[in-house]
């Protein structure tokens, strides 16, 4: 009886371990601070799949955003959606426009006092409204967005009331300053709310000056709250495509090439080049921003500039086809994919990725020029030949040992029309009938003369 009671006792026990081991939850923080761009979505996405690897039990967005690119955001306010664990965001000063998007996606926020949260029209980089192709689409996303979040339906007065948790159509207002809505907003004016407002108008759950105050207000106690940090591997890639380091690198590849074709060989010029090209590729094809397309488009283009210098005399199709390929492909390299319905979004990037690669590709030639002049005219260098090869010393420009044979009998190897080959004793000679007749094939000649080591020979009569 006493054994059975010191198991109960031990099962008890364990029992109680384990349900304070599961009140030990884990809350995963990710900062969405910056735009909303591409490095943005590759952080958090990420961030999320971390959290799902280490089972959080709930992602805490701490967001202050003036917005970005519709693309990102659109990305962004999918990987919420489909989270299988909930997300909570807390606004510490700014959810504007994509920010605004992405908050609405969460299935709870809270705001710090003095934050805002709306005004999510379209615009361009000069800060102007998109067309309304644009600002439908926008408003279809937010709409479907503020749908997500679910709606109740209720009997009044008998009658049936369809209440959103989040109006869609005050969602839409934000993008849309045509949208009227009584108590809300007059026509003219996009949407943007204060926390006060906002939580009147079902568009914030509670208000916040820290992330406890938002764990207190879910009523979380005991949870783990660990923010995401990038990896090592995070930092190299995002030393790599830094622009400034982009730009040294294609220098050197532009370098490298130049150097390559005014040097004979395979030597360091190209190597660099070549080492060069792996890092400016190799990280911007691990974020997903370089695809197959770039680098078989680069490699094309470099074996067309090969083929236009050593093959094809002048500079025509094949030369300017390569500029255009190894230009393009580094420029293209250095943006994400560019989805058609969203083009005016990466004009900007589209512009500042071609400044980058014409105008280090530019510094690079001018360079290459003058130190080349300096180096391959230099003889401290191994670059160029600069022995004297003087008669006096003995060295002539043609062949001289047919003179060997003047005044000796051969025969022809060939027929002599007038020009062809005779035979000496066992050496070979390119000849000349002396008079300018024809010879057969087999006839016996005497070597008449050598001038400038031409062989000139004339027919033996029989």
């Given at each position: 009886?006493?054994?059975?009671?010191?198991?109960?006792?031990?099962?008890?026990?364990?029992?109680?371990?384990?349900?304070?081991?599961?009140?030990?939850?884990?809350?995963?923080?990710?900062?969405?601070?910056?735009?909303?761009?591409?490095?943005?979505?590759?952080?958090?996405?990420?961030?999320?799949?971390?959290?799902?690897?280490?089972?959080?039990?709930?992602?805490?967005?701490?967001?202050?955003?003036?917005?970005?690119?519709?693309?990102?955001?659109?990305?962004?306010?999918?990987?919420?959606?489909?989270?299988?664990?909930?997300?909570?965001?807390?606004?510490?000063?700014?959810?504007?426009?994509?920010?605004?998007?992405?908050?609405?996606?969460?299935?709870?926020?809270?705001?710090?006092?003095?934050?805002?949260?709306?005004?999510?029209?379209?615009?361009?980089?000069?800060?102007?409204?998109?067309?309304?192709?644009?600002?439908?689409?926008?408003?279809?996303?937010?709409?479907?967005?503020?749908?997500?979040?679910?709606?109740?339906?209720?009997?009044?007065?008998?009658?049936?009331?369809?209440?959103?948790?989040?109006?869609?159509?005050?969602?839409?207002?934000?993008?849309?300053?045509?949208?009227?809505?009584?108590?809300?907003?007059?026509?003219?004016?996009?949407?943007?709310?204060?926390?006060?407002?906002?939580?009147?108008?079902?568009?914030?759950?509670?208000?916040?000056?820290?992330?406890?105050?938002?764990?207190?207000?879910?009523?979380?106690?005991?949870?783990?709250?660990?923010?995401?940090?990038?990896?090592?591997?995070?930092?190299?890639?995002?030393?790599?495509?830094?622009?400034?380091?982009?730009?040294?690198?294609?220098?050197?590849?532009?370098?490298?090439?130049?150097?390559?074709?005014q040097t004979p060989g395979v030597g360091f010029p190209l190597a660099a080049a070549v080492g060069a090209c792996l890092l400016y590729f190799a990280p911007l094809y691990v974020e997903g921003l370089a695809g197959n397309w770039e680098i078989v488009a680069f490699v094309v283009g470099v074996l067309l500039l090969l083929l236009e210098v050593f093959v094809i005399p002048g500079f025509g199709v094949a030369g300017i086809s390569g500029i255009v390929l190894v230009v393009g492909a580094l420029v293209m390299a250095g943006i994400d994919d560019v989805p058609w319905e969203f083009v005016g979004d990466f004009v900007y990037y589209i512009l500042e990725s071609l400044l980058l690669v014409v105008g280090a590709s530019l510094w690079a030639l001018v360079l290459s020029m003058w130190l080349g002049a300096k180096m391959l005219g230099s003889r401290r260098w191994a670059f160029a030949l600069h022995a004297e090869q003087r008669a006096e010393d003995g060295f002539v420009g043609v062949d001289m040992s047919g003179c060997e044979a003047v005044g000796k009998v051969g025969v022809t190897l060939t027929d002599l029309r007038p020009g062809g080959k005779v035979a000496v004793n066992k050496d070979v000679y390119d000849a000349v009938s002396l008079a300018g007749e024809y010879i057969e094939k087999g006839k016996a000649v005497s070597v008449a003369k050598c001038s400038n080591g031409q062989v000139y020979v004339e027919e033996l009569k029989d």
């Open positions: 009886m006493k054994a059975c009671k010191k198991w109960y006792l031990v099962c008890l026990l364990l029992l109680l371990a384990a349900g304070a081991l599961r009140a030990e939850g884990l809350v995963y923080r990710v900062e969405v601070r910056d735009e909303v761009g591409p490095s943005m979505w590759r952080m958090v996405k990420r961030a999320f799949e971390e959290s799902w690897r280490e089972g959080a039990d709930a992602v805490l967005l701490h967001m202050n955003t003036y917005g970005g690119m519709v693309v990102y955001a659109d990305s962004l306010r999918s990987l919420v959606l489909d989270s299988p664990v909930p997300v909570w965001v807390w606004v510490d000063n700014n959810a504007a426009s994509a920010g605004a998007l992405i908050a609405l996606a969460c299935d709870r926020i809270y705001m710090r006092e003095g934050a805002n949260i709306g005004a999510a029209t379209v615009v361009n980089t000069s800060g102007e409204a998109m067309p309304d192709k644009y600002q439908s689409y926008m408003r279809s996303m937010i709409r479907a967005t503020a749908q997500a979040q679910g709606r109740d339906t209720v009997r009044e007065n008998g009658r049936v009331t369809v209440r959103w948790k989040r109006d869609p159509r005050i969602a839409e207002a934000m993008v849309d300053e045509r949208i009227s809505i009584e108590g809300v907003t007059d026509s003219g004016q996009v949407v943007t709310f204060t926390p006060h407002e906002a939580m009147r108008h079902g568009f914030c759950d509670g208000m916040a000056e820290s992330v406890e105050e938002v764990l207190h207000a879910e009523g979380v106690e005991g949870y783990t709250v660990r923010a995401y940090e990038p990896t090592t591997m995070d930092a190299v890639v995002g030393f790599l495509i830094n622009p400034v380091l982009r730009g040294l690198l294609v220098m050197i590849i532009v370098g490298g090439i130049y150097f390559e074709l």
